[in-house]
C-alpha cells in the first residue's frame, strides 16, 4: 500500500467514523464543484427561494448524520458520496417547496415521480436553450424548448446521463464510471456518442449548433 493510498484511506476512515473536521474539510474541497452540480439540477422555479448555497447547507447537514455510509477507497470516493448527497438533497427540496405545484403548462411530471434521467433531461433542456443566443430563436424559445426537450428525450438514458455528468457538471471519466457503477472505457466511448449525437440534435432543432 503506498503513501497517497494511506492518506486517501485514512481521509475517509475519519470522515466515515464522524470526525467532523475531516468532513469540513471534504466539503470545503470540493465545494465549487457541488455548487456546480446544485445549480445545474435546481428546478429554476425554485430560484427565487433557493440558491446553490442554500442546497449545500442542507447537504452538509444531512452528510453529517450520514457518515457512516461513505463507501469505497479511491481518491474520489469522498467527493463521489458529497455528490449524491446533494442530488437527493435537491429531490428532497423539490419535493418539500414544489409540493403538489410540479407541472409546468400540463407537460411536466412531478419531480417527485421523476426518474433521474428525465430530471437531467429537464435540466440540459434549459442549459442548452440558454446557450443558443439566435434572435430567431429568441423569438419562439419556448417552441425551440420543447422541441429540444423531446429530442433529449430520445438519447439513450444512460448516455444522456454521461453527457450530463461529464460536460455539465464536468465529472471526470473515473468519476462518471464510479457514480454509474460502468467501466471508464465505457463511459470515455459513451461520452463521444452521446456528443456526436447531441450535436445533430442541436443542428436538428436550431440550425444553431453553439458546439461546433
Not at 94 to 119: T, V, Y
Not at 168 to 181: C, D, R, S
Request: proline residues 3%; charged residues 25%.
Amino acid at each position: 500500500m503506498n503513501t497517497e493510498h494511506e492518506t486517501t484511506s485514512s481521509r475517509i476512515a475519519r470522515v466515515r467514523a464522524g470526525d467532523t473536521q475531516a468532513l469540513v474539510a471534504a466539503f470545503d474541497e470540493y465545494r465549487l464543484r457541488l455548487a456546480k452540480i446544485a445549480f445545474f439540477r435546481l428546478d429554476q422555479r425554485l430560484a427565487g427561494r433557493l440558491d446553490p448555497d442554500d442546497v449545500l447547507q442542507e447537504a452538509y447537514i444531512s452528510a453529517a448524520q450520514r457518515c457512516a455510509h461513505v463507501e469505497g477507497d479511491t481518491e474520489s470516493a469522498l467527493f463521489i458520496w458529497l455528490r449524491l448527497i446533494v442530488v437527493q438533497t435537491l429531490v428532497d427540496m423539490h419535493r418539500r417547496h414544489l409540493g403538489a405545484q410540479m407541472r409546468d403548462a400540463g407537460r411536466e411530471i412531478p419531480l417527485h415521480q421523476r426518474s433521474p434521467s428525465e430530471s437531467t433531461c429537464l435540466s440540459m433542456t434549459r442549459y442548452l436553450a440558454a446557450s443558443v443566443t439566435s434572435p430567431s430563436l429568441a423569438m419562439r424559445r419556448s417552441e425551440f424548448s420543447e422541441q429540444l426537450h423531446h429530442a433529449l428525450d430520445r438519447m439513450d438514458p444512460l448516455d444522456r446521463e454521461v453527457l450530463a455528468l461529464r460536460h455539465f457538471e464536468e465529472l471526470t471519466n473515473q468519476e462518471i464510471a464510479e457514480v454509474l457503477g460502468i467501466q471508464q472505457k465505457a463511459a470515455s466511448i459513451r461520452y463521444v456518442r452521446a456528443l456526436r449525437r447531441l450535436k445533430a440534435i442541436l443542428d436538428e432543432v436550431s440550425g444553431v449548433n453553439p458546439w461546433t
